[in-house]
């Protein structure tokens, strides 16, 4: 099996439009270079028959491919493919634009102290993820 999306890409000026639980699904495979399903499937913590659903829509919209390890068959692998790390690195960049819309109002003082709290959170959540 060696599934990828590019006969089902879509025309790049489309937006691509996912649910809530596919852009999870997104980027959390944009956080390795490549997943094998079954540890998808722990990390997402959703079976193996939902994520497969899952991963069929998103190489549908042109933003993942799947194929098969080359150590062991049996291996399904997923990734992301250029218009998958496209898609999450513009929303990525769209975030921080958003992020710094809202902080142009606070003040200073106000900025220093948010980011130093973003910056405890993101150390623990380095800790526990």
């Known amino acids: 099996m060696h599934e990828t999306s590019k006969q089902n890409r879509l025309d790049s000026s489309v937006p691509v439009r996912l649910?809530?639980?596919q852009i999870?699904?997104?980027y959390t495979i944009a956080t390795r270079p490549e997943w094998r399903m079954s540890d998808l499937s722990e990390r997402l913590q959703v079976s193996a028959g939902s994520l497969t659903t899952m991963v069929n829509r998103l190489i549908e919209a042109g933003v993942v491919d799947r194929s098969r390890s080359q150590l062991d068959r049996r291996v399904v692998i997923v990734k992301l493919n250029e218009a998958g790390e496209a898609l999450v690195h513009a929303n990525r960049?769209?975030?921080m634009k958003n992020l710094q819309l809202l902080m142009s109002d606070l003040s200073e003082d106000d900025q220093t102290?948010?980011?130093q709290a973003m910056g405890i959170v993101v150390d623990i959540l380095n800790k526990i993820v």
């Open 19 to 21: 649910t809530p639980a």
């Open 113 to 115: 102290q948010l980011a």
């Open 93 to 95: 960049q769209q975030f």
């Open 24 to 26: 999870d699904t997104l």
